[in-house]
């Protein structure tokens, strides 16, 4: 038998995208059933639902209970070189909404729920690249090229290095660091 190893550094740029519809999906595993009080008054998220409009991202979240309808939340994805990570900034209730729920609802202004929405798509993002970071480092341990050639590496490094919103989803560039090489293993005849 042969073994020939050779190791080499890389750095590459992909371009990947959570789609409105996946972060919807990851939102509503966290946030959908909780409960949200302010005194006697209480509301529940029943459904929630993102998308674009222009360079903002739109949260619309479906209660029931003292209140029974719709709020509107804007924020706008915010690209953090020095964290390397994607933060929904300024989530803030749309101008509409906040003049409704000033007029007949102010209960809700009072209520935990703008901060909890907020963290939870700061986390989704997170864990999307967390996921991403794991699906390559487990690509790169051994990934079969051809019939005993396989190429092998380590993850040293992924981060974002840009993000935008699209018609579709939250857009990202990542950087991504390693050492790669290419491992030969065969028979030699005698």
């Known amino acids: 038998q042969y073994s020939n190893d050779y190791n080499d550094n890389f750095s590459l740029f992909i371009g990947t995208e959570i789609t409105y519809e996946q972060a919807d999906s990851m939102a509503k595993a966290e946030l959908v059933g909780e409960r949200f009080e302010s005194g006697k008054y209480y509301a529940v998220i029943e459904d929630l639902e993102m998308y674009g409009q ?5 949260v619309n979240t ?3 209970g003292s209140y029974n ?5 804007t924020g706008k994805p915010n690209f953090d070189a020095k964290k390397g990570s994607v933060d929904i900034d300024d989530l803030q209730f749309t101008l509409d909404t906040k003049n409704f729920l000033h007029k007949s609802t102010a209960w809700l202004l009072k209520t935990t ?3 909890q929405v907020k963290e939870n798509l700061n986390f ?8 991403i970071s794991k699906m390559l480092s487990d690509q790169l341990k051994q990934y079969e090229l051809s019939k005993n050639v396989y190429l092998q590496g380590t993850l040293d490094d992924l981060s974002i290095q840009n993000a935008w919103l699209s018609a579709d ?12 090489g290419i491992k030969m293993v065969g028979q030699s005849e005698d």
């Open 124 to 131: 989704l993002l997170d864990y999307n690249l967390t996921e």
């Open 62 to 64: 479906k209660l029931s």
């Open 169 to 180: 989803g939250i857009k990202m560039i990542i950087g991504i660091k390693g050492e790669v």
């Open 54 to 58: 222009g360079n903002n991202i739109i």
């Open 69 to 73: 309808g719709s709020i509107y939340m």
């Open 113 to 115: 729920l703008k901060k």
